[in-house]
RNA sequence: GGGAGCUUAGCUCAGUUGGUUUAGAGCAUCUGCCUUACAAGCAGAGGGUCGUUGGUUCGAAUCCAACAGUUCCCA
C-alpha cells in the first residue's frame, strides 16, 4: 500500500487512543511491581482546557508513559476540583443573566443550579485531556464534592479540630465585598494603583490648634477611634494623651503614642480605624480603642457611619473628601502609588472586615509538624527547580492562621453547629451533634449547622490520599501501595495553596510526605512575553491548534520551550517544529517500509553494514544514557532535544544514508532487520513525547496482535565505542563544505589522498567515504586539490576540471589566528606557577593544544609553498 | 519596605566541583540545491570581548563585592 508523503494525524490519534482504553492500557491495580504514581492537579470541574492544562498534562503523560516502560505500575489519577468560589461565581452570574438572584432563592435551590452547571460542563476538560492523549486511569476519576471524599473532608476537619488545630474565632480576615465572602491571604493579590494621600486637620479638643494626618482612605474617617503619632516625635510630644475631634462626625478621640508609626511618612500622625485596617486593629487592642466598623457586607457605607450611609465605598471617598474641602479641614491631597489587595477570583478590592471565621492554627501546626518544612529543605522531597524552597522556606516560617471559612453555598458544609445559647459542637450529622451539647433538652428543631463552607483548598490537599478512599477502611489497601506518589506536576502559583497544605495533610493524615518529587512548570506566555489572557485574545484554543499540527506536533512544540521553572513563550511556529519532525520520523519509516530485500550481502554491506549499525547502536546507547539523566532531573525539554537530534541528524542524517541501497536495489534482509531495530528503539524513546505517531509506525512495522509500544521496555544503554571514527564523518562534512564553496555539483565525483599516517581512520571507512561525499577512490597524490583539515589530517580533495584557487590572505589569518593561540598555551606552560599547582591531567591537556596547534600551522603554512 | 532569582548569539536557553569550551544547542538569518524517504526537506555558512566595574587565582562565563537592568514572591 502506498503511503502518504505526509504524516496525517487525523483518525490516527483516536484510533489508538480508542484501543489504549478498551485494552485497559492505563488502568492500574496493585501488583507485584514497585508502584508509580501521579495524581493530576485536579483542573476546575467546569473548566476548559487552556495552554497551561497542556503544558502541565503533557509533562505528567510523559512521565507516566515512560514510568510505564519501566517496568513501573503506573497509576495517574485523574478528577476536578469544584472549585468553591469560582464556580459558585460562574453560577450566580449565570443565575443573574436568568434574572434571578441568589439573595431570592434557598440554598437548596442554588445547589440545585450548581449541580445542573455541573453536570453540563463538567468532565468537558477530562475529554479534552483525552484528546491530549493523557494515559490516565479514567476508571479511578474522582470528584472533590462527590459523597466519598466530601466523608474525607468532613471527617478531617472534625479530627483537627478534635487535635485542637481548628478553632472558631472574631479575628481581621480579608473580605470580598462582591462576592461577600471570606477570603485566605492567598486568595489576595497586591496590585499597585494610583491613589490619592488626603491631608487633613483634626481640631484638638479644647483649643483652636490642629493635628493633621495623612490617610487614603477619608470614607472610613467615620470610623475613627484615635489618632496616633510615633512616641519619640517631638513634633507632637505635647499632645500625646490629648484629644482631638474627628471631623465628619465630631467625636473627641485620643491622642495615642505607638513605634508602630512612621514618622517619615506623611505627617507622621495616623489615624486609627481599628475595624478596617489590619495595623489599626492591631493598635486598637494594644490601646484598648473602640471598634467601629462603618461598612456593610457589600462595602456600603453602614448605620454606624452617621454620614454617607448606604452609599458605595468609593463615591463616600469622594464624598467625604467634598464635605472635607467644604468644613475647610482639607489642606491637599498629593498622588501616591499605593498597593491595594484584590480578589484573585471577582477582582473586587478587598476590604480588611472583623469577622467570626473558622481558621486552622497553623504555629501550632509547624510546631507540632515541623518534618513540612524540613523535608523539603532537605530534599527528602525534591522541588524542581530548587529555587522554589526558598519562597517555601519564607512562607512557612512567617505562616499566618488559614481562613478556612467561606460564606458560600458551594462547597463543603462545616460540620458545625450552634444552639439557641451560642455553643458549638463539631459533629457529622445534626443527630450527632444533640448528643454533644450539654444542654440535653435541645430538639433537633433548636440546633443549627454553621451556614458557611469550607476552603476549596481545605479539600484538595487531602487529593493524594482521598483519591484513594485514604481516609476510609476500605482504601487502606490501595493507599499502602500507591502512596505517596512519585512526582507532583504544577503551577508555582500554588506552592501555598495546594502543594504546601498536601504536604501538611500528608503528615496530619497519614503520617507520610505525599510525593517524592515537584516539578514546577513555567506559566505559558506568548512570544512577547505577555500572560496568556482572554482579554489580551493571545490564547491559542488547545484543540484547534491539536487539530490543525496534530497533537504530537503540538505537545512537541511546547516541550521543546518548557524548561522547569522558566515561563515559557509559546509561539505556534513551536508547532510547527513539531509537526515537521513527526513527518520526518513517517519518512524514515516510508523510506524503510519501502526497500525490498534480498538475501544476499554485497560487498558493501558485508564490509559496512556491522560498522553503521554498531555506530547507530553506541549513538542510541549515550543518547539514551544522557536521556535518561536529563529526565532524573526533570529536564524534560533537555531530554527531548537529545531524541530529536538522534532521530533528524544521528539517524536519518547519517545512519539511513549509510545503509541506504542504490536506487532500485534491494536491501539484504540481515540489514533491513537491523535498521529495524534501530527505529524501533528511536520509536520507543520518543513514545512517551509522541505517543499517537510512535504508536502509528510502531503498530505498521509488524502485526504486533494487541501489543502497545506503551508495553514496550524503555531501551537500555551499555557503553560502547563506535566503530566508525567522527573524522569520517567530519572529512564527508568538509567535502560537501568545498563543493558548496565553489559551486561544484554533488554529482560531479570527488577523490582524495592524505598522508599514510592517518589514513587507516579513513581507509576503514572508505566505503561510506564514497557513498555519502561522492568520492571515487582514494588517491596518494592529488594536484591542484583543496586542502583541509580534519582535525589534525591533512587531507587533499580533488575535483576533476576544478583547480583550487588558495586565498593566501584568508590562510595567513588563520595562521595568525592559530599563533596567538599557540602564544597562550605557551605562555601557559611557561608558568611555573601554572606547572607547580594545574592538574597533571590539565597540563598534559595543554601540551595536547599545543602539538594540535604547531601540526596545523605546518599545514597551513604547507599550502603557502 | 523585606526576600529570592535572573542578565551568555537576533530570539529562547545549556554551560554540574574554576582548567577538553581559543564559549554550545534549537530556532531565526544567509548561500546553494525540487539529489531517487521527506522543500513540513537536504548540504553548507555567518553570528557572542558571557550586563558593567573591581577583586580572588597560575587560570574566571563559572568564586567574591559593588553598581545597573530585569522578573517573581511576601508585606
Redesign the pocket.
Known amino acids: 500500500m502506498e503511503i502518504s508523503?505526509?504524516?496525517?494525524p487525523e483518525g490516527i490519534e483516536q484510533k489508538w487512543y480508542d484501543q489504549w482504553i478498551s485494552n485497559k492500557l492505563f488502568a492500574s491495580t496493585p501488583d507485584h511491581r514497585p508502584s508509580y504514581t501521579v495524581v493530576i492537579p485536579p483542573p476546575n470541574v467546569t473548566g476548559i482546557l487552556h495552554m497551561g492544562h497542556m503544558l502541565n498534562n503533557s509533562i505528567q503523560d510523559i512521565l507516566v508513559r515512560r514510568a510505564r516502560m519501566l517496568g513501573y505500575n503506573a497509576c495517574w489519577v485523574p478528577g476536578t476540583d469544584h472549585a468553591s468560589i469560582a464556580t459558585e461565581t460562574k453560577v450566580v452570574n449565570k443565575l443573574k443573566e436568568e434574572g434571578i438572584s441568589k439573595d431570592d432563592i434557598t440554598r437548596e435551590e442554588f445547589l440545585n443550579h450548581a449541580f445542573d452547571w455541573k453536570d453540563k460542563f463538567g468532565g468537558i476538560i477530562l475529554d479534552q485531556l483525552k484528546k491530549l492523549g493523557c494515559s490516565c486511569d479514567w476508571e479511578r476519576t474522582r470528584f472533590t464534592m462527590e459523597p466519598d471524599l466530601s466523608e474525607a473532608v468532613i471527617d478531617s476537619f472534625i479530627d483537627l479540630h478534635k487535635r485542637g488545630y481548628i478553632y472558631h474565632g472574631t479575628r481581621m480576615i480579608n473580605w470580598d465585598p462582591v462576592g461577600k465572602t471570606a477570603l485566605s491571604?492567598?486568595e489576595?493579590?497586591?496590585e499597585?494603583q494610583q491613589a490619592k494621600l488626603y491631608y487633613v486637620k483634626y481640631k484638638l479638643e479644647n483649643s483652636d490648634d490642629f493635628i493633621s494626618i495623612a490617610t487614603t482612605r477619608p470614607e472610613t474617617i467615620m470610623g475613627d477611634t484615635a489618632v496616633c503619632v510615633h512616641p519619640d516625635d517631638e513634633r507632637y510630644q505635647k499632645l500625646i494623651g490629648t484629644k482631638c475631634i474627628v471631623p465628619l462626625v465630631n467625636r473627641a478621640v485620643p491622642i495615642i503614642a505607638d513605634d508602630y508609626i512612621d514618622l517619615e511618612f506623611g505627617t507622621g500622625a495616623l489615624k486609627v480605624t481599628p475595624a478596617h485596617d489590619?495595623n489599626d486593629y492591631e493598635l486598637g487592642k494594644r490601646h484598648n480603642l473602640a471598634t467601629i466598623d462603618v461598612f456593610n457586607e457589600d462595602a456600603t457605607i453602614s448605620e454606624a457611619a452617621g454620614v454617607f450611609v448606604g452609599e458605595d465605598r468609593f463615591k463616600a471617598r469622594k464624598l467625604a473628601a467634598l464635605e472635607l474641602e467644604k468644613l475647610g479641614v482639607l489642606i491637599k491631597t498629593e498622588d501616591i502609588t499605593n498597593?491595594v489587595g484584590k480578589s484573585e477570583r471577582s477582582k473586587a478590592v478587598i476590604e480588611p472586615r472583623l469577622s467570626a471565621q473558622w481558621f486552622v492554627d497553623m504555629k501550632k501546626f509547624m510546631a507540632d509538624y515541623p518534618e513540612v518544612l524540613s523535608e523539603v529543605m532537605d530534599d527528602d522531597i525534591k522541588f524542581h527547580p530548587a529555587?522554589f524552597k526558598?519562597?517555601y522556606n519564607?512562607?512557612l516560617t512567617?505562616i499566618?492562621d488559614w481562613c478556612i471559612s467561606r460564606q458560600l453555598w458551594w462547597g463543603h458544609r462545616i460540620p458545625a453547629w450552634y444552639s439557641p445559647t451560642g455553643e458549638i459542637v463539631i459533629a457529622r450529622t445534626s443527630a450527632e451533634a444533640l448528643e454533644l451539647f450539654e444542654d440535653k433538652s435541645l430538639q433537633i428543631s433548636d440546633i443549627k449547622q454553621d451556614e458557611d463552607v469550607l476552603d476549596t483548598w481545605f479539600s484538595s490537599w487531602l487529593w493524594p490520599i482521598s483519591v484513594f478512599n485514604g481516609f476510609q477502611e476500605s482504601g487502606k489497601e490501595e493507599l499502602d501501595y500507591y502512596y505517596p506518589t512519585a512526582d507532583l506536576v504544577t503551577a508555582?502559583?500554588i506552592i501555598?495553596f495546594w502543594v504546601a497544605r498536601m504536604i501538611m495533610a500528608g503528615h496530619a493524615f497519614k503520617g507520610e510526605k505525599p510525593f517524592k518529587n515537584v516539578y514546577f512548570t513555567?506559566i505559558v506566555r506568548d512570544?512577547e512575553?505577555r500572560?496568556m489572557s482572554k482579554s489580551l485574545g493571545n490564547s491559542p484554543d488547545p484543540i484547534k491548534l491539536m487539530n490543525h499540527?496534530?497533537t504530537d506536533?503540538v505537545r512537541m512544540g511546547l516541550m521543546?520551550?518548557a524548561?522547569a521553572?522558566?515561563?515559557?513563550?509559546f509561539?505556534e511556529?513551536?508547532c510547527?517544529?513539531g509537526?515537521?519532525?513527526?513527518?520526518?520520523l513517517w519518512?524514515?519509516?516510508?523510506?524503510i517500509h519501502?526497500w525490498k530485500t534480498t538475501p544476499q550481502r554485497n560487498e558493501y554491506y558485508k564490509e559496512y553494514g556491522d560498522k553503521a549499525h554498531d555506530w547507530m547502536i553506541a549513538k542510541i546507547s549515550s543518547v539514551t544514557e544522557v536521556v535518561n539523566q536529563h529526565f532524573d532531573n526533570f529536564?524534560i525539554?533537555?531530554a527531548l532535544?537529545e531524541l530529536?537530534?538522534l532521530t533528524?541528524?544521528e539517524f536519518?542524517?547519517?545512519y539511513?544514508?549509510m545503509i541506504?541501497p542504490?536506487?532500485?536495489d534491494p536491501i539484504p534482509q540481515k540489514d533491513l532487520d537491523k535498521s529495524i531495530v534501530m527505529f524501533d528503539a528511536i520509536l520507543r524513546l520518543l513514545h512517551p513525547f509522541m505517543p499517537f505517531i510512535t504508536e502509528e509506525l510502531w503498530q505498521s512495522i509488524t502485526e504486533r496482535n494487541g501489543a502497545f509500544i506503551n508495553n514496550q521496555e524503555w531501551p537500555s544503554y551499555e557503553t560502547s565505542s563506535t566503530p566508525i571514527n567522527d573524522n569520517v564523518f567530519q572529512l564527508?562534512?568538509?567535502i560537501?563544505?568545498k563543493?558548496?564553496?565553489n559551486?561544484i555539483?554533488?554529482?560531479v565525483s570527488a577523490s582524495i589522498a592524505m598522508n599514510d599516517s592517518n589514513s587507516a581512520v579513513y581507509q576503514s571507512a572508505s566505503g561510506i567515504i564514497e557513498k555519502l561525499a561522492n568520492v571515487e577512490s582514494f588517491d596518494d597524490e592529488i594536484e591542484n586539490g583543496f586542502k583541509v583539515l580534519v582535525g589534525t589530517d591533512e587531507v587533499n580533495i580533488g575535483f576533476k576540471d576544478f583547480v583550487q584557487k588558495i586565498d593566501v590572505e584568508a590562510v595567513k589569518a588563520k595562521i595568525k589566528?592559530?599563533n596567538?593561540?599557540l602564544f597562550?598555551i605557551e605562555k601557559?606552560l611557561g608558568?611555573e606557577?601554572?606547572i607547580?599547582?594545574?592538574?597533571p591531567?590539565?597540563i598534559?591537556?595543554?601540551e595536547?593544544?599545543k602539538a594540535d596547534?604547531l601540526s596545523?600551522i605546518a599545514s597551513l603554512e604547507g599550502q603557502l609553498n
Open positions: 508523503a505526509k504524516y496525517n491571604d492567598e489576595v493579590n497586591h499597585e489590619i498597593k529555587k526558598n519562597t519564607h512562607w512567617n499566618k508555582p502559583d501555598f513555567g512570544k512575553r500572560k499540527y496534530g506536533g521543546l520551550s524548561p521553572g522558566n515561563d515559557i513563550l509561539d511556529s513551536l510547527e517544529q509537526r515537521n519532525f513527526c513527518n520526518k519518512n524514515s519509516f516510508r523510506l519501502g529536564r525539554s533537555d532535544m530529536y537530534k533528524r541528524d536519518s542524517g547519517w539511513l544514508e541506504k542504490t536506487y532500485g564527508i562534512s568538509e560537501r563544505a563543493r558548496n564553496e559551486g555539483s554533488p554529482k589566528r592559530l596567538s593561540f597562550g601557559k608558568n606557577k601554572f607547580a599547582n594545574a592538574k591531567e590539565v598534559q591537556r595543554e595536547q593544544k596547534t596545523k
